[in-house]
């Protein structure tokens, strides 16, 4: 795939709090790119920085290979999706759909076509005349969407646009909006705060923390191979604990050996382990590789939560099997679910 | 609530005692004849019939002439400040709004005398022009005068509610504009300024009503010989001590003032339904 957007060493800052602190990312086409973070991280400075409504510190921005960090909003080839629609209050859902062909100048009936395409292609058919003031939250959304994609960009930038919807709308919209970004074939680039929202439709995830790129990657590589212990943390539940790892494929904690499958590390580095909740087995207790006591068992739909203490620590694991709470129990897991992450800051 | 609903009961008395009453009595005495003699009352329509002679009506012509100047010199002068207040930051948009209310906090009154000394044949202006070897320019008892005094007076009302409505603007909306394609000229004519409408339609109530009515300013920087609707008013009631005739005209003026109002209502409905409800209205 050709690279469209490369970002290069973005520094921003607000009243003297650094917000970026030097990112380099690339973006290529018909890609379906997630920044994701808690809110404050940057990735919402580093989308309007794209969009053109703020301008960097430091760094350039590349599209298509140009330097378009001077380029004002309205020359950009990219439309942005708002975080609250921003639909034009004093008109119709036609006229906010149409409004960039008109200013495009496009004559009447391409205009009329293309927007009636477009509001099929969102499920808004029949809506050309209602006042977009009296429309729903999922159905403004839509509007927006329509109204971005019309100009036919070769980027669309989404940020947050689910955030105001209620669950059930909000994962029917994850499908549709992946659904659109494979019918039209440009690249999205989205943002939000929502990790399930980003492992269910993203190409790549770009996970950020603080104004710093904390790793990029699948939604697989992201949840099965975290570079740290925030990544670990932020994406999905996990038990994160400290240990130190031995040599290739043996790493140590709780005060017990165990064999691994990472390797190339520094002999006896101190590390950060992430064991998932659903890689762990709750076993009879001469099976198991760590002892310890049920402590709580919490019923969530699927699966149940349940916790269990061991003299080192608590234990989160996710089972389907119902157990007994305070019974003594066997702790199994094998060698490939134990994942070594480097310790932040040491790499 | 029950119980505090009769705490509405001596504002009621207030307002009947000191509202009610004096307009009834401008009614009556508008319908009936001559004299103050309590117990003489005749109806008639003469009042009326008076005041439509030329005279009287170049007076009225004059008074809508000189509000209508007014209020478009308010907008055309009002709109920019509003804008480019609205565009500063938060602490700089506090401090010019404080200023630009600031002049309201001295009396009416007084600032027009202060127009007087600056517009006179002897005034400041006068003294510089004369300094920079210019002729003196007659500026005081001229229409100039006139309607500096009553846009500098009405000025603020027009800026504090077109003001009101541009802070309010969602910004998301310009940047989605810019994000369409929307250069700012564009994004000002289709998205900025119809927003603002409804702040504009209050600032013409705000400046028309008074400036349409006024007498102070005419009187001082227009002169004895410049006859706007409030001075023939006030003429009629203080020199020549013809109530009748007076409250005849007050009414008059009455119904105009109320039909623009609903006018301008109207047009701000109008404006509105298409424009929606997230515009902002002042009232």
Known sequence: MRKLIEFQNIVKSFNDSLVLKGINLSIHENEFVTLLGPSGCGKTTLLRILGGFISQNEGHVYFDDIEISNVPPYKREINTVFQRYALFPHMNVFDNVAFGLRIKKQDKNTIEQKVKKMLKLVNLEGYEDRPVTLLSGGQQQRVAIARALVNEPMVLLLDEPLGALDLKLRKEMQIELKKIQQEVGITFIYVTHDQEEALTMSDTIVVMNAGEIQQIGTPTDIYNEPENRFVADFIGESNILEGVMLEDYKVKFDDQVFECIDYGFEDNLEVDIVLRPEDIDIVPIEMGRIKGVIKSSLFKGVHFEVVVETPYREWIIHTTDKVEVDKEVGLHFFPEDIHIMYKMGTY | MKGYASLVKPYILWMSLFIVVPMLLIVLYAFTEHGN???????????????????????????????????????????????????????????????????????????????????????????????????????????????????????????????????????????????????????????????????????????????????????????????????????????????????????????????SMILTRKIDRDASDTASVEGGKLW
Not at chain 2, 64 to 71: K, W
Not at chain 2, 88 to 107: A, D, G, K, V
């Open chain 2, 37 to 259: 003699a309590l117990m003489a009352f005749r109806f008639t329509l003469d009042n009326f019939m008076r005041f439509f002679d030329p005279v009287f009506i170049k007076v009225l012509f004059k008074s809508l002439e000189v509000a209508i100047i007014t209020t478009v010199l308010c907008i055309i002068i009002g709109y920019p400040i509003a804008y480019i207040i609205s565009n500063t930051s938060e602490r700089t948009q506090t401090l010019l709004i404080l200023l630009i209310t600031l002049p309201m906090w001295i009396n009416m009154l007084v600032r027009t005398y202060a127009w007087i000394s600056i517009l006179s044949d002897g005034g400041i202006l006068n003294s510089i022009f004369e300094f920079f070897g210019l002729a003196p320019i007659k500026m005081m008892y001229t229409d100039f005068a006139v309607m500096l005094g009553m846009v500098y007076n009405f000025l603020p009302f027009m800026i504090i509610s077109i003001y009101t409505v541009l802070a309010k603007l969602d910004r998301a909306l310009i940047h989605a504009s810019h994000d369409l394609g929307a250069n700012p000229i564009q994004t000002f004519l289709r998205i900025v300024l119809p927003l603002s409408m409804p702040g504009v339609i209050s600032g013409i109530t705000l400046v028309f009503l008074p400036a349409v009515s006024t007498f102070v300013i005419p009187k001082f920087l227009g002169g004895g010989q410049y006859m706007l609707i409030g001075n023939l008013i006030e003429n009629q009631f203080i020199t020549v001590g013809e109530w009748n005739f007076g409250s005849a005209i007050s009414l008059i003026m009455a119904v105009i003032i109320m039909g």
